[in-house]
C-alpha cells in the first residue's frame, strides 16, 4: 500500500515537470561580464532536447541569442544582440532583447494623471516618455533563480517613485523554453499603491538569421481588424480602426514589404510600420493567437501568443546600421518586434483597456513564441 502510494507521488512529480513542458531543457549559467560599480552579470543558456537554445542575461532580462533551425535543420540565431556585456550597457535605448517596463511603448507628454495626481515622467522620445524612461527595465539588474525545471526566473523591485511611477512594484518574469520550441514569458507584478504596468520583451527578430539582411520579404498574418493610428509623435489618437483596406490589414499572410512604402499617412507617421494592432480574441486574459510570421527562403515560422490585448508591430526603421554580434551590421528593417502590450498611452485614455494595477491585485501576463518550418510554396 506504501509502496504504491510512494509510486503514486513520484509519478505526479513527473507529471507535473511533463506538463510544464520543459521538463527536459537543460539550464546553465555562466558569466557575463561585470557592470561598471563590480556587480558580476550572468547569462543563463536553456537548450531543449532539439538543441533550440535561448541565452538571457540578467542585465535588462535580455535575450541574447536565439537558435532555431531551418527547413533543413540549419540552425541560426534570429534575434538582433550584442556579443559583450558593455555593448548592452553602451546601447540601452536600441532595447535589443530586453524586458520592458514599467511602461511599454509612449505615454503623451511623458505624464497621466492617476486617482487625481499627476505622474510626471521622463521625457525620452520628443515631449514623449518611451518604454518605462531613461532607466525602464531594460538597464535593471535583475535577481536570477535557476529554477528546478529548467525555467529562469528573473526577479526586479521597482522602487516606488521609479522614473516617475508610484508604488514600490515587484516583477518576477519567468522564461520558458519548451520541447514544442517554444520561448514562453510569464511576467507578474503586485504593487503597494495604485500604479500603472505594461510589461512586454523587445525582441528583435530575423528569421533568416540575424544581420542577413531586411525583413521585407517575411510573410506577416496578425489576428487584428483594427489597429489604433496614431499623431505624428507616435501617441495614439484614441480611434479604434479598421484594417479594412488599409496597408495595415494582415489578416492574411502579406509581405511586410508588400505595401510599406505605399503613400499613407500612418506609415510615414511611423516611418514604415510602429503601430499597435487590436487583437481579435475571445474573452480576456486567456492565451490566444496573435501573429504569424514565415520566411520563405528558410522556412523558418514564429508563431506569437498571449493574453494580451494588443500588439505593436515595429519594422526596425530606426535601425541605423549599428554593429552587433559577431561584427554583422543592423542597417533599417533588417529586423521586426512584435511586442505583447496594452495599448500605447492607456493612461490617457480611459477607453482603452486599463493598465491600472492596485495592492491587492497580481498583474499576470503570458506570451509565446513558437518556432516551426514550413516546406517550400
Ligand atoms: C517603438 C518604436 C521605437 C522602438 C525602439 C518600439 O517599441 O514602437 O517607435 O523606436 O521601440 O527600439
Redesign the pocket.
Known amino acids: 500500500m506504501q509502496l504504491i502510494s510512494r509510486w503514486g507521488k513520484c509519478a505526479a512529480i513527473v507529471m507535473l515537470a511533463a506538463a510544464a513542458g520543459n521538463a527536459a531543457t537543460k539550464l546553465t549559467e555562466a558569466d557575463f561580464g561585470r557592470m561598471p560599480d563590480g556587480a558580476v552579470i550572468k547569462i543563463y543558456s536553456l537548450t531543449n532536447t532539439h538543441g533550440v537554445q535561448a541565452r538571457i542575461t540578467n542585465y535588462g532580462g535580455a535575450v541574447v541569442s536565439l537558435n532555431v533551425p531551418d527547413r533543413n535543420g540549419k540552425m541560426a540565431d534570429v534575434v538582433l544582440g550584442f556579443d559583450t556585456l558593455p555593448e548592452y550597457v553602451a546601447n540601452p ?3 535589443f532583447g530586453a524586458l520592458i517596463g514599467r511602461y ?2 509612449r505615454i503623451a507628454n511623458a505624464r497621466f494623471t492617476l486617482n487625481g495626481v499627476a505622474c510626471t515622467l521622463p521625457k525620452n522620445n520628443g515631449a514623449n516618455s ?2 518605462g524612461g531613461d532607466k525602464g527595465f531594460f538597464t535593471r539588474v535583475w535577481t536570477p533563480r535557476a529554477l528546478p525545471n529548467g525555467d529562469l526566473e528573473l526577479s526586479y523591485v521597482s522602487k516606488d517613485g521609479e522614473e516617475g511611477y508610484p508604488g514600490n512594484l515587484s516583477v518576477t518574469v519567468t522564461y520558458s523554453l519548451t520541447d514544442a520550441d517554444e520561448l514562453r514569458i510569464d511576467y507578474s507584478a503586485t504593487t503597494d499603491k495604485d500604479t500603472v504596468v505594461n510589461l512586454t520583451n ?1 525582441s528583435y527578430f530575423n528569421l533568416k538569421g540575424a544581420g542577413s539582411g531586411d525583413i521585407l520579404g517575411h510573410l506577416l498574418m496578425l489576428k487584428a481588424d483594427r489597429f489604433t493610428p496614431v499623431n505624428q509623435g ?1 501617441i495614439p489618437t484614441g480611434e479604434l480602426r479598421s484594417v479594412a483596406g488599409t496597408p495595415f490589414d494582415f489578416r492574411k499572410l502579406t509581405a511586410i514589404g508588400a505595401r510599406i512604402e505605399q503613400n499613407d499617412e500612418q506609415l510615414k507617421f511611423g516611418q514604415g510600420y ?1 503601430h499597435n494592432w487590436v487583437l481579435s480574441r475571445t474573452g480576456t486574459g486567456s492565451l490566444a493567437p496573435a501573429a504569424r510570421m514565415e520566411e520563405p527562403s528558410s522556412g523558418r515560422v514564429l508563431e506569437v501568443s498571449t493574453t494580451e490585448p494588443g500588439i ?1 508591430f ?1 519594422t526596425g526603421n ?1 535601425l541605423d546600421g549599428i554593429k552587433g554580434k559577431g561584427g554583422q551590421t543592423y542597417p533599417r528593417r533588417s529586423a521586426f ?1 512584435l ?1 505583447t502590450q496594452h495599448f500605447p498611452d492607456s493612461p490617457n485614455h480611459p477607453a482603452f483597456p486599463s493598465t491600472v494595477l492596485k495592492p491587492g491585485q497580481r498583474y499576470r501576463t503570458t506570451t509565446v513564441y513558437r518556432f516551426s518550418t514550413v516546406a517550400a510554396k
Open positions: 535605448t536600441q532595447y511599454g511603448n518611451l518604454h523587445h507616435l510602429d505593436q515595429y530606426f518586434c511586442e
